[in-house]
Every structure is written in structure tokens, then in C-alpha cells.
Nanobody, 121 residues
Framework: QVQLVESGGGLVQPGGSLKLSCAAS????????MGWYRQAPGKQRELVAA???????NYADFAKGRFSISRDNAKNSAYLQMNSLKPEDAGVYYC???????????????WGQGTQVTVSS
């Protein structure tokens, strides 16, 4: 089994910062990519940022210039630094990976439970 544990969410005022962490564990042979998604109430889950095993990154337009994704391959971890937070950034943030438990199988998507981010005065 693969487990993803997110941490770092909480309450922050507009303009503030948070750093989210994601640690993957279990029978992981390799991870092709790690990413962060978010979902606000009544909204679809959307990509925030992603990083590949080679270090290439993708950011949603709303995240560019404010958020930064990083990784620690030795720890199977990913991080999301969020600055200049806005009320519309509030929601549940989910970590996801494309990983495999067998080198001869396809990569599959795995999701964490999510961590709540609230941006309010």
C-alpha cells in the first residue's frame, strides 16, 4: 500500500503564508511526479502545482509568482510554499503522486486525505 500524509494546513490571514508538506510511504518503487491539488466547497478539484522526477514544474495561473513546489526525493516528500494568500485560496489541499509499487507495472495515481487551508481575517 501507498500512504500520503499531508500537513501544514491551518488558518492564515490574507497576505499570509503557509507551507504544506506531503510524505509518501509504503511499497513505493519509484515516483514519476508529485503534485498539489485543491478543492473549494462547491468547486471542482484543480491542479495547483506539480513537479516531475526530473524537477520540471507546472503551476496553475493563480499560483504563479505566489506558490512554489519543491521535493525531497530521498524522503519521498513534496512541499508547497504558499505566499500572499487570498481568501479564494481557501479549501482542502491534496497531495497526489504518480507512483508504482512494482518496476514492471504502470504508474498509478495516489491521493492523500487532504489538509484544510483557511484564509480569513
Amino acid at each position: 500500500q501507498v500512504q500520503l500524509v499531508e500537513s501544514g494546513g491551518g488558518l492564515v490571514q490574507p497576505g499570509g503564508s503557509l507551507k504544506l508538506s506531503c510524505a509518501a510511504s509504503g511499497n513505493i518503487v519509484s515516483i514519476k511526479a508529485m503534485g498539489w491539488y485543491r478543492q473549494a466547497p462547491g468547486k471542482q478539484r484543480e491542479l495547483v502545482a506539480a513537479i516531475s522526477d526530473s524537477g520540471n514544474t507546472n503551476y496553475a495561473d493563480f499560483a504563479k509568482g505566489r506558490f512554489s513546489i519543491s521535493r525531497d526525493n530521498a524522503k519521498n516528500s513534496a512541499y508547497l510554499q504558499m505566499n500572499s494568500l487570498k481568501p479564494e485560496d481557501a479549501g482542502v489541499y491534496y497531495c497526489a503522486i504518480e507512483g508504482r509499487t512494482d518496476a514492471n507495472t504502470y504508474y498509478t495515481r495516489h491521493w492523500g486525505q487532504g489538509t484544510q487551508v483557511t484564509v480569513s481575517s
